[in-house]
C-alpha cells in the first residue's frame, strides 16, 4: 500500500532564508505520480507541481525548486529566500497508476516564515 | 475559467440528522473526488468518479456516506444519522482526467454537534 510521510511538522524560518520540506514515500508500483499542495491560512489546497516517476529531472520555478530521487524514494521542495506569504502548511501527495489517481497525502508541514 | 465550487461553505448539524454537501467541477474535467480533512486522521481519499463508470468507493468510512455525481458533472455527498467524528472539512477536487493534476475546491466544513 502507498505512504507519504513527511517527518518535518513544523518549520520556522526567519525571512530570505531557504528552507527545505522534506517528503518520503512507499509505493509497489513501477509508475506512480508525486504532487505537492500548498494550503494557505484560507484553507484552500493550491497545486503546485505533478511529478511522474518516470521524470527524475529537478525542476525549478521562481524561488521553489523540486530534487526527486527514485533511489531514496524522496520528493523533497526548496524554497529559496522564504517570504512570510510563504507561510502555510504544505502537502506531498502520491497517487498510484493501478490506484485509480486518488491522491494519498502526508500529513504535511506548516512553514511559519517571520518577518 | 471557474474553479472547483462547493456549497455550503459551513454547516452545522445535530447529531443524528442527514447532510448533503455539494460539489460543482471545473467545466470538462471528468474525474472528480471527494477528501476530507480532519485533525485527527489528515486528508483522506473518500470516493472517486471518472466519467461514466462506477465509483471508486474505497474510502468510504461506513455505509452511511453515499456520492452520486450526475450528468457527469455535479456531486453531492451524503452523510447519514451524523456522527460527531463526521466532523470535518469535505474537499472535491476535480481533474482533466485520471493521472492528471486535482484542482481543490474551498470545501465545506461541516460541524455535527
Known amino acids: 500500500a502507498q505512504k507519504v510521510t513527511q517527518a518535518q511538522t513544523e518549520i520556522s524560518v526567519v525571512e530570505k532564508e531557504d528552507v527545505t520540506l522534506d517528503c518520503v514515500y512507499e509505493?509497489?508500483?513501477?509508475?506512480?505520480?508525486l504532487f505537492w499542495y500548498k494550503q494557505p491560512p484560507s484553507g484552500e489546497l493550491v497545486f503546485l507541481i505533478r511529478r511522474n516517476s518516470f521524470d527524475e529531472q529537478n525542476e525549478i520555478s521562481g524561488r521553489y525548486s523540486w530534487n526527486f530521487q527514485k533511489s531514496t524514494s524522496s520528493f523533497n521542495f526548496t524554497i529559496t529566500a522564504s517570504q512570510v506569504v510563504d507561510s502555510a502548511v504544505y502537502f506531498c501527495?502520491?497517487?498510484?497508476?493501478?490506484?485509480?489517481?486518488?491522491?494519498?497525502f502526508g500529513g504535511g508541514t506548516r512553514l511559519m516564515v517571520k518577518p | 475559467g471557474a474553479g472547483v465550487s462547493q456549497s455550503p461553505s459551513n454547516k452545522v448539524t445535530e447529531k443524528g440528522k442527514d447532510v448533503e454537501l455539494r460539489c460543482d467541477p471545473i467545466?470538462?474535467?471528468?474525474?472528480l473526488y471527494w477528501y476530507r480533512q480532519s485533525l485527527g486522521q489528515g486528508l483522506e481519499f473518500l470516493i472517486y468518479f471518472q466519467g461514466n463508470s462506477a465509483p471508486d468507493k474505497s474510502g468510504l468510512p461506513s455505509d452511511r456516506f453515499s456520492a452520486e455525481r450526475t450528468g457527469g458533472s455535479v456531486s453531492t455527498l451524503t452523510i447519514q444519522r451524523t456522527q460527531q467524528e463526521d466532523s470535518a472539512v469535505y474537499l472535491c477536487a476535480s481533474s482533466y482526467s485520471s493521472y492528471n493534476e486535482q484542482f481543490f475546491g474551498p470545501g465545506t466544513r461541516l460541524t455535527v454537534l
Open positions: 467545466s470538462g474535467h471528468t474525474a
Open positions: 509505493t509497489r508500483d513501477t509508475t506512480y505520480y
Open positions: 501527495a502520491l497517487s498510484e497508476n493501478n490506484a485509480g489517481n486518488m491522491l494519498t
